[in-house]
């Protein structure tokens, strides 16, 4: 699986950005999703997942309420939608699959995109 995020860009604390991540292949509803984001000298971290089919999301606690994560497997694509973002925000975000399950940790991720950044001004 090849993925590949974009949507990412300045926007001022407030306001809204939606990344999407697209994943080649024939088999992307077998993976579950996860998004991560890593801010400068920080280490990467979980943002929010989803299930295969999209009935089952999770997200860390500093998002919850702000951000949306879901996914069209027609498309093969991974969305992120991040409202009322803060410019503790401000980071490198990565879409990543898992085959056959969900996860929140790095470690457990098979195939990762390039990462699109997301810079938020005060």
């Known amino acids: 699986v090849q993925l590949q995020a974009c949507g990412g860009g300045l926007v001022q604390a407030g306001g809204s950005l939606r990344l999407s991540c697209a994943a080649s292949?024939?088999?992307?509803?077998?993976?579950?999703m996860g998004w991560f984001r890593q801010a400068p000298g920080k280490e990467r971290e979980f943002v929010a997942r989803?299930?295969?089919?999209?009935?089952?999301?999770y997200y860390a606690d500093s998002v919850k309420g702000r951000f949306t994560i879901s996914r069209d497997n027609a498309k093969n694509t991974v969305y992120l939608q991040m409202n009322s973002l803060k410019p503790e925000d401000t980071a490198v975000y990565y879409c990543?699959?898992?085959?056959?399950?969900?996860?929140?940790?790095?470690?457990?991720?098979?195939?990762w995109g390039q990462g699109t950044q997301v810079t938020v001004s005060s």
């Open positions: 990543a699959a898992v085959m056959g399950r969900e996860s929140t940790y790095v470690y457990e991720y098979d195939y």
């Open positions: 989803i299930n295969w089919s999209g009935g089952n999301t």
């Open positions: 292949g024939r088999t992307f509803s077998s993976y579950g």
